[in-house]
């Protein structure tokens, strides 16, 4: 079972996004071990605070190195971490085959990222890996941690239960998903295509890998470029 392990001021952030639906079904399944710690459990302050002046002055709080070490160092004692990320908008840009690569990992820390940042030793020293979830700024890291954590948790198996579901997303084969309808076949006029009323399985296959293709031209043509085989 993947155990993963995010460290958050705010863990309060999480509830939501961990405990309904299908995370919350990976959870009670044990298929992931999913662990939110607070950063202010393991500050030694007497007021429990984990961050602090920067040195040079600037506006805002950086958090510390120290309640955070003492956080990596009491998970890192109880097992080995095969990675342990930072969110961050300048990290490296998040993806499906980066959410691909962790789902294959066994132990994972998500350090979440602070408005205004971490002690820069924190990120030289202590982590392994820097993320962003794309070229816009958040809060915070949390909800960036939520992104990456679900992307990866629904890759486990057995998470979803249509097994070749997941394979069937928009980028696992670097294409966008073709389009879906549900009845009624014809609503006020607005009509389902024929083909997939038609019950041909290989006709409808055909028809949804030229959807994809045609939507990615059309919407992505820069994921075509990246890989020119599938033009
Ligand atoms: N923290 C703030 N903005 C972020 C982003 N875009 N990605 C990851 N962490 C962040």
């Not at 014809?186 to 038609?198: F, H, M, Q, R, T």
Request: net charge negative; with cysteine; aromatic share 8%.
């Amino acid at each position: 079972m993947m155990r993963l392990d995010i460290i958050t001021v705010l863990p309060e952030l999480f509830e939501g996004p961990f405990n309904h639906s299908i995370l919350k079904r990976a959870r009670e399944k044990r298929l992931v071990d999913l662990v939110v710690h607070n950063l202010r459990d393991f500050s030694t302050d007497r007021h429990k605070r984990v961050d602090d002046y920067p040195f040079g002055g600037d506006a805002g709080m950086v958090l510390s190195i120290e309640p955070i070490e003492r956080a990596l160092n009491h998970l890192k004692s109880q097992r080995a971490y095969d990675e342990i990320i930072y969110t961050s908008p300048d990290g490296l840009p998040f993806n499906q085959a980066e959410a691909n690569r962790l789902s294959t990992l066994k132990h994972i820390i998500i350090l979440c990222g602070h408005y205004k940042g971490v002690d820069q030793r924190v990120r030289d020293h202590l982590i392994t890996r820097e993320i962003s979830i794309g070229d816009y700024v958040l809060t915070g890291g949390e909800l960036a941690a939520a992104v990456i954590a679900d992307s990866v948790i629904r890759l486990l198996p057995g998470v979803i239960s249509d097994e070749t579901s997941a394979l069937m997303d928009s980028f696992q084969d670097r294409l966008l998903a073709p389009p879906v309808y549900t009845r009624p076949a014809d609503y006020k006029g607005w009509k389902v295509p024929e083909i997939l009323l038609s019950g041909h399985a290989g006709k409808i296959e055909n028809w949804r890998y030229e959807q994809s293709l045609e939507r990615t031209r059309k919407l992505r043509p820069d994921l075509l470029e990246e890989y020119p085989d599938k033009d």
